[in-house]
């Protein structure tokens, strides 16, 4: 990639920062761990849940620090950045303990900071302090942005709209987008109108029935502070990919809001967010996405090698040596486990391993170790055997948020149900072929299908000594692989 004068600025200024981190880094141990994913992916939820656990007291056997009692205590501490916004976990956690309601859909990145007093395996007392950045998984998804010109994102995003299923919500898009002359005069309604329809066309695409993933650029969907600006008003036009714009033309138009798209954009986040990581959790709803069907997991397949492709571009196309991105290890975890039962979790971690597998393989070539978990950060039901007539079922109990409705029956918020999760097949791959597997279902002993119900987060039986700790499943193995070393 030819370096522009852009690309030196902005190493200058990643230089300059890396130094000033390491100074930081030296004097007080630090780790920043990065949380994404995709909208409702579960970042929120787990974020508030491993903070709680950690200050509370949680249980978590298989976290070697805290289960031998070397932890002393954990505590927050100031948020350091002046210019990110405080993750809000007083509010999130009386949220989900005391409403016993999930936390409300953020949009934007912020920030938190845990203090950790432990002592190492020899006896020395310690402190690391733990950052915690929580940002939408649709902004890394932008950074490939950086290395194509606008040619090459409008091919690739033209294609990607003539296939199924997207091709059945791209219609009116493509309709529009037909009657532009690329090499004609600049032209600001007809722009307006493409962006319109483009952006209905990839919120349509994110639609719970598609569940579609792979939906550059992500600030279209999630535009905050950059509503209506010129940055965000731009669309794909039919254009070869070695031609040149004309000036004056509208594919000139679109080519310099596209690039200011990556400057106010994208690099922004690059520089002061991403490149300074030291560690990340991906969290997937891959249920969700199973439940759509293989293309819902083909997508999410395509979207998460974009993701591990973040990590080798990092570290390749964008900088000289003098910086490297430094996160050297990234966990992707299948959220909300807690819908299927035990039996499923390590299957459900095999799908995950499937679908970052050969991504994987090329993440790790930059050194970066990666690991696969299957959790609920909070787990809002129980297991139980059922009777079904002379058979005894394994279920999962949970109380069905307010409002839910399956099959007709609306839930009023108090009454637990029992359902039959559906089986994830032994074999991955039956899955990603779509081989007899059209998403999951609920198995034939089971007349209702309550696969898509939201449960309500747990009740918390008080003891009188504390507030009790929030149940999970495997909440204590994530921390173990992101920090455990780090504590020794
Ligand atoms: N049962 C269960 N549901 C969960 C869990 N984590 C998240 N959820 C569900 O997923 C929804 C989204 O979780 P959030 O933590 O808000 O997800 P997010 O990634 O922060 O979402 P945005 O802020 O919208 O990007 C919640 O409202 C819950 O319904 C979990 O551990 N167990
Ligand atoms: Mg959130």
Known sequence: MAHTFTDILEEARLSARALLDYGEHFFNP?????????????????????IHGLTRGG?????????????????LAPQPDDAVPRFDYETHVRTLIEERRWPNSTVDISELRLVIDYQRP????????????????????????????YEQWSRESL????????????????????????????????????????????????DERFAMSLLPPGRFLMPGNLAGSPALTFAPLDV????????????????????????????????????????????????????????????????????????????STILSSLFRPRIDRILFAATKADHLHHLSHDRLEAVLRRAVSGAAA???????????????????????????????????????????????????GNTEVATFPGDLPVDPEELFNGAGFRGMSSTAADDSDFRFLRFRPPLLEQDGRGEPALPHIRLDRALQFLIGDRLQ
């Open 30 to 50: 630090t780790i920043r761990l990065g949380v994404t994913g995709l909208s409702r992916a579960g970042k929120t939820v787990f974020i508030t849940a491993l």
């Open 59 to 75: 249980r978590f056997p298989v976290f070697e620090a805290f289960a031998t009692g070397r932890i002393a205590r954990a505590q």
């Open 122 to 149: 020899n006896g020395a007392d310690r402190r690391l302090t733990l950052d915690i950045v929580d940002y939408p998984g649709e902004w890394l998804l932008d950074l490939p942005l950086l290395g194509k010109s």
């Open 159 to 206: 294609a990607l709209s003539r296939e199924a299923p997207r091709v059945h919500l791209a219609g009116e898009w493509h309709a529009q987008l037909a009657t532009l002359n690329a090499e004609g005069r600049e032209d600001e309604q007809a722009t307006l109108a493409a962006a319109r329809l483009f952006t209905g066309y990839l919120r349509a695409c994110r």
């Open 240 to 315: 070869p990919l070695d031609g040149t714009a004309p000036e004056g033309s509208l594919w000139a138009m679109m080519v310099r809001r596209y690039e200011a798209y990556k400057d106010v954009v994208v690099r922004p986040f690059f520089r002061d967010h991403f490149a300074r990581l030291d560690r990340q959790i991906v969290l997937v709803d891959a249920l969700g996405a199973f439940n759509s069907g293989p293309e819902a997991l083909h997508d999410l397949e395509a979207a998460l090698a974009g993701i591990l492709d973040c990590f080798r571009i990092g570290r």
């Open 362 to 412: 090329r993440a790790e070539q930059t050194g970066a170790a990666i690991d696969v978990v299957a959790l609920a950060a909070v787990r809002a039901t129980r297991e139980a055997l059922v009777a079904r007539g002379r058979d005894k079922l394994p279920s999962i109990l949970g109380t069905p948020a307010p409002g839910e409705t399956a099959n007709g029956e609306t839930f009023d």
